[in-house]
């Protein structure tokens, strides 16, 4: 542990975003359509992830080694009554991907998400064929909780997509 570290998304992490937000690859696995990004589209998302909301947070996930950018963390839908948030990640540079550093990412996010926010509870969706991120999550403490049935539109096909979750208190593994 302590190859990474969270912040908030800069400007300066432009180019990266725009990068991996255009990787047709890279969204064969999340649940979110593929749409091609703009630079100037790009740097309005990055803007508006700037500012403070009491609906979502976004982070830049680091390498501690060099502060290399290597992906992003996003905790959405904020519920400061119920007290749950939803989570949205990826690792963007793909040679990085596979090491450890989404897991060490998502113990340090459960980490500020229960002890400094003061949430419960964290979810996660992940399409049903995502073998790797269920596995993943898996090890990182998190349990399967629902399906939703034909709920996200890959490739023209109608997939599940798996709810899983998190509670302060559960277990959170800490195996790489």
Not at 16 to 34: A, S, V
Not at 52 to 68: D, G, P, R, T, V
Not at 70 to 80: H, L, M, Q
């Amino acid at each position: 542990m302590g190859q990474v570290y969270l912040r908030a998304l800069e400007i300066g992490d432009l180019d990266r975003t725009h990068k991996w937000h255009n990787d047709r690859e890279l969204y064969k696995n999340l649940i979110g359509t593929f749409h091609f990004s703009s630079r100037a589209a790009e740097e309005k998302w990055l803007s508006e992830k700037q500012v403070f909301s009491q609906k979502e947070i976004n982070l830049a996930i680091c390498l501690k080694e060099n502060s290399q950018h290597i992906g992003n963390f996003y905790i959405k839908n904020i519920d400061w009554t119920a007290r749950n948030a939803m989570l949205g990640a990826l690792i963007g540079e793909k040679n990085l991907q596979g090491k450890g550093y989404g897991t060490e990412a998502h113990h340090l996010i459960a980490k500020y998400a229960f002890q400094d926010l003061g949430l419960n509870r964290l979810w996660v969706q992940v399409l049903e064929d995502n073998t790797q991120s269920l596995k993943h999550l898996e090890k990182c403490g998190y349990t399967v909780e629902g399906r939703f049935r034909k709920h996200a539109l890959k490739n023209g096909q109608f997939k599940d997509v798996i709810l899983l979750g998190i509670c302060a208190g559960d277990d959170i593994s800490q195996s790489g």
